[in-house]
Nanobody, 125 residues
């Protein structure tokens, strides 16, 4: 069982930056591919970014490519999402998730086994 706790959300003006963190419990963090998703009110959960177990492979949604960066520190059981040039349409609850089976990365929420409780990101115009 893995427990995930996100932090770092908040209110920021358009064009600003935020760094989200997601810390996992347990000694086997490096065995999980990890991902970030987001969900805006009235919308489906949307893939944002994913990172492989070692951190050598990363993938991004087209809507955030070039603005967001996903990284991980396996020694700290933590992944990060650096978000720059934020836009009002980035407003959502952001969730991190852990996938124990995928060897590289996956964009599909159904493939993830564990989810955090989410952190709110609000971008004002």
């Amino acid at each position: 069982q893995v427990q995930l706790v996100e932090s770092g959300g908040g209110l920021v003006q358009a064009g600003g930056s935020l760094r989200l963190s997601c810390t996992a419990s347990g000694p086997t963090f490096s065995r999980y591919a990890m991902g970030w998703f987001r969900q805006a009110p009235g919308k489906e959960r949307q893939f944002v970014a994913a990172i492989s177990r070692s951190g050598s492979i990363t993938v991004y949604a087209d809507s955030v490519k070039g603005r967001f960066t996903i990284t991980r520190d396996n020694a700290k059981n933590t992944i990060y999402l650096d978000m720059n040039t934020l836009k009002p349409e980035d407003t959502a609850v952001y969730y991190c998730a852990a996938d124990r089976d995928t060897l590289t990365t996956t964009r599909q929420p159904i493939n993830y086994d564990y989810w955090g409780q989410g952190t709110q990101v609000t971008v004002s115009s």
